[in-house]
Structures are given as structure tokens and as C-alpha cells.
């Protein structure tokens, strides 16, 4: 079965500092992998998607990237947090068909 | 931009009341999934409808996804505390890499 893992659970970060979060999808190869992020108690926005290595696509304009080194690995990253990047994170994958399936989410917190 | 909107945003009932959580659109979809979300954790898919006019039960729960694939419904029977959560609607739209969009959510409470 598939499973996906994305750590840290939690982060607290200064304003300025580098960030990387980083996701990892076991059980599965080839998966279409999306970075969300969601403010506090509503809906998901789209942050980034890739449908293979090194094939990354923004949906926002932001502080923050992405990459995927890897067929079954995607990071989100920042040379520099703002204060308005604090939010709960959530990596996803889909196998090309109309579901979704989350990891358990990244609370960041930039102070 | 396709925009998805749930209503009501929040629900606060008692234990053994039925409800309705509604998602509605302009555009149309080539599917639409309904998650629950509990605090601190990623959200949990419950169900894809795909089809115009589909019915999808799911124990307690009802979903249904409009005949011109632009809204969708869920109905819970007999709400129970382990009921509560954030509800959230999401479409795809065909040949997008499923990007899914997503609706701002129903937060539900179910009281004992």
C-alpha cells in the first residue's frame, strides 16, 4: 500500500532563516506531487505540482520553492522566511487519477 | 479562477440531528472529492463522485453530485460526535494533472 511522510510535524522558525520541508511517498512510482498550504481552520491553496523529476510548477507567486530530486521525494524551501509564510503545510500525491491522498502536515510558525 | 464554495462555513449540532453541507461552483468538473480534516492532521478523503446526478452513501453519510457537475452535497443522518470535523469539498478539472481546487471548508461540531 502507499503510504506518505512529510516531517516536521512542527517548526518554529526566526524571520530570515532558510526553510526546508521535506516529503516522501513510498509504494507508489511516477506520482503526480503537490505542495499545499492552508490557513488556519479553511480551504487549501496550491502552492506547487510536478509530474516527474525536476518538473516543478508554481500556482502563486511567493518566498517559497520547491524541487523534486527525486521520482518519489518533494521539498519546499526558502532562502529567507517571512512572517507571512507561518501557515500548516501539507504535501500531497495522486497516481494521475482524481484522488488525493495527504501527508499529516507541517506547522510552521515564523516569529 | 475556479472557486469553490461551501456553506454554511460553520455547523454546531446535537447528537442524533441530520445535516447538509453543500459545495457549489460556476465551473464545471470533471470530479469532486469530499475530505474531513481533524485539527493538526491532513485531510482524509471520504469519497470521489464522478458522474452527473451520482449517489454515493458511505454508512451514515450521503454525497451527491449535481447532474451539470458544478455542486455537491453531503448529508449526514444521525450526526454523531465522531462526526465533528472540517468538512472540505474539492474539484478537478479534466487534463489538469488533478490540481485539485479547494472549497473553504464546513467546520462541523456535534454536540452529546
Known amino acids: 500500500s502507499q503510504t506518505i511522510h512529510q516531517w516536521p510535524a512542527t517548526l518554529v522558525q526566526p524571520v530570515g532563516s532558510p526553510l526546508s520541508l521535506e516529503c516522501t511517498v513510498e509504494g507508489t512510482s511516477n506520482p503526480n506531487l503537490y505542495w499545499y498550504r492552508q490557513a488556519a481552520g479553511r480551504g487549501l491553496q496550491l502552492l506547487f505540482y510536478s509530474v516527474g523529476i525536476g518538473q516543478i510548477s508554481s500556482e502563486v507567486p511567493q518566498n517559497l520553492s520547491a524541487s523534486r530530486p527525486q521520482d518519489r521525494q518533494f521539498i519546499l524551501s526558502s532562502k529567507k522566511l517571512l512572517l507571512s509564510d507561518s501557515g500548516f503545510y501539507l504535501c500531497a500525491w495522486s497516481g494521475g487519477y482524481t484522488e488525493a491522498f495527504f501527508g499529516q502536515g507541517t506547522r510552521l510558525t515564523v516569529v | 479562477t475556479q472557486l469553490l464554495e461551501q456553506s454554511p462555513q460553520f455547523l454546531s449540532i446535537q447528537e442524533g440531528e441530520n445535516l447538509t453541507v453543500y459545495c457549489n461552483s460556476s465551473?464545471?468538473?470533471?470530479?469532486l472529492q469530499w475530505y474531513r480534516q481533524e485539527p493538526g492532521e491532513g485531510p482524509v478523503l471520504l469519497v470521489t463522485v464522478v458522474t452527473g446526478g451520482e449517489v454515493k452513501k458511505l454508512k451514515r453519510l450521503t454525497f451527491q453530485f449535481g447532474d451539470a457537475r458544478k455542486d455537491s452535497s453531503l448529508h449526514i443522518t444521525a450526526a454523531q460526535p465522531g462526526d465533528t470535523g472540517l468538512y472540505l469539498c474539492?474539484?478537478?478539472?479534466?487534463?489538469?494533472?488533478?490540481?485539485?481546487?479547494f472549497g473553504a471548508g464546513t467546520r462541523l461540531a456535534v454536540h452529546p
Open positions: 474539492a474539484g478537478a478539472r479534466s487534463g489538469g494533472y488533478n490540481k485539485l481546487i
Open positions: 465551473s464545471v468538473f470533471s470530479s
